[in-house]
């Protein structure tokens, strides 16, 4: 069992920054693939961003790239997403989750079924 949770969230006007954390407490973090996923009002969850076991591969949705950086620390159990230049259409709960596989694909880390812990959500607003 995993158990994630999400902080850094907030209010931010457009072009600002922020960093989202994600804790992982349970089984041995480093022995999962990382990903970021977000849900705007009135749509889907969609994939933001994914980062392997090790932290040497990474992916991103094309509306992030450049924008946003992944990352993690394994001796710290937590995932990082630091958003710069954000958007009013970033706005959205951001979801961190935890994957065993690493993947080789963007197309596979991109399904949700790809992963077996969920943390709950942390708030983004970004203001125009």
């Known amino acids: 069992q995993v158990h994630l949770g999400e902080s850094g969230g907030g209010l931010v006007q457009a072009g600002g920054s922020l960093r989202l954390s994600c804790a992982a407490s349970g089984r041995t973090f480093s022995s999962y693939a990382m990903g970021w996923f977000r849900q705007a009002p009135g749509k889907e969850r969609e994939f933001v961003a994914a980062i392997t076991r090790s932290g040497t591969r990474t992916y991103y949705t094309d509306s992030v790239k450049g924008r946003f950086t992944i990352s993690r620390d394994n001796a710290k159990n937590t995932m990082y997403l630091q958003m710069n230049s954000l958007k009013p259409e970033d706005t959205a709960v951001y979801y961190c989750?935890?994957?065993?596989?690493?993947?080789?694909?963007?197309?596979?880390?991109?399904?949700?079924?790809?992963?077996?812990?969920w943390g709950q959500g942390t708030q983004v607003t970004v203001s125009s």
């Open positions: 989750a935890a994957d065993p596989i690493d993947r080789t694909t963007i197309g596979q880390y991109q399904q949700e079924w790809a992963y077996n812990y």
